[in-house]
């Protein structure tokens, strides 16, 4: 049976997450723009969280997750809502990149979507499923995710990044300083549930049913 999770247990994981993710945009390009779309509806059902203008002009749609587990495992949403048949936003985003925060490691990975989509989709099977229950009000729905783990992602896909977030970086932060398994491109939700327990990622504005 899937563990269950209550919103307002992961909204303030969520928040964080976004806090480092608006960080490290705001560092790597200054003079950048950082637009929280969260709460509109045009981007909602995009799968898109911010928006990144960068001093050039261009624009940049930008996915959130923020993950509380210990152990560096992706958990790509493909259901994400089993009640309803409602398609996760690992599929249907279109997002640039997803900055996946694991905040108990104090990393940001930066993966660039529609990379590491094209990568996972063809050995799906590979990976097992697992479930989670969260409840918003008196509303209960089960969300569906693989267990991807991230030195395979790190291996198959140079350009994602792994980077490690400074002590105190984001407001309220919970995580410390640790080492990443990759700082630099080679060449952008454990941190997924575990077998005997499931844990949803920190949901953000895109995570609606």
């Not at 909602?44 to 969280?49: L, N, T």
């Not at 640039?96 to 990393?107: C, I, P, T």
């Amino acid at each position: 049976m899937p563990r269950s999770f209550s919103m307002r247990g992961v909204q303030g994981a969520a928040d964080r997450a976004v806090q480092h993710a608006r960080t490290w945009m705001m560092e790597t390009a200054p003079g950048s723009h950082v637009h929280d779309v969260q709460l509109d509806p045009r981007f909602q059902h995009r799968g898109v969280d911010l928006l990144w203008e960068l001093p050039t002009g261009e624009v940049r749609g930008i996915e959130v997750k923020g993950d509380r587990q210990r152990s560096r495992r992706y958990w790509f949403e493909l259901v994400s809502n089993v009640e309803k048949d409602t398609p996760g936003c690992f599929l249907y985003s279109g997002a640039d990149l997803m900055m996946y925060v694991f905040l108990a490691q104090a990393e940001l990975h930066v993966l660039p979507l529609k990379q590491v989509r094209e990568w996972f989709l063809p050995r799906a099977k590979a990976y097992s499923l697992k479930h989670t229950s969260t409840k918003t009000g008196a509303i209960r729905y089960t969300t569906v995710g693989a267990v991807v783990p991230c030195r395979e992602v790190l291996d198959a896909v140079p350009s994602v990044l792994c980077i490690p977030l400074k002590r105190g970086a984001g407001k309220g932060a919970e995580a410390e300083e640790a080492p990443s398994e990759r700082e630099t491109p080679a060449g952008e939700a454990s941190s997924a549930p575990e077998a005997s327990e499931s844990a949803p990622l920190a949901p953000t504005g895109t995570d609606v049913e």
